[in-house]
């Protein structure tokens, strides 16, 4: 059963970093696009970052460049997102997404809650 499983989410205090794992199963990891996404409460998801499958051509949503960087690991079938200089604002569930080639399939993760608050 294909699958992406999010982890590393917790409460930190403003200016401080985290690093969201996302670890994927069932699929050929180095084929997919991968993204993550955020929502916070009452507002929609939004897009954060992407990395592509071949390349590892990378973007960012305008609100997080500079501060938040993507990256992936095709041997150990995980994406990462590094978070630094964290803001209130950037409290939200972040999610996971996978998407095939051609956009044969997309596998969304359950999320992991992050928290930025003194």
């Known amino acids: 059963q294909a699958q992406v499983e999010e982890s590393g989410g917790a409460l930190v205090q403003p200016g401080g970093s985290l690093r969201l794992s996302c670890v994927a199963s069932?699929?050929?990891?180095?084929?997919?696009?991968m993204n993550w996404y955020r929502q916070a409460p009452g507002q929609e998801r939004e897009l954060v970052a992407g990395?592509?499958?071949?390349?590892?051509?990378?973007t960012y949503a305008d609100s997080v460049k500079g501060r938040f960087t993507i990256s992936r690991d095709n041997d150990k079938n995980t994406v990462y997102l590094e978070m630094n200089s964290l803001r209130p604002e950037d409290t939200a569930v972040y999610f996971c997404?996978?998407?095939?080639?051609?956009?044969?399939?997309?596998?969304w993760g359950q999320g992991t809650q992050v928290t930025v608050s003194s």
């Open positions: 069932g699929f050929t990891f180095r084929d997919a696009g």
């Open positions: 997404k996978a998407v095939g080639p051609f956009g044969g399939y997309t596998y």
């Open positions: 990395i592509s499958s071949r390349s590892g051509r990378t």
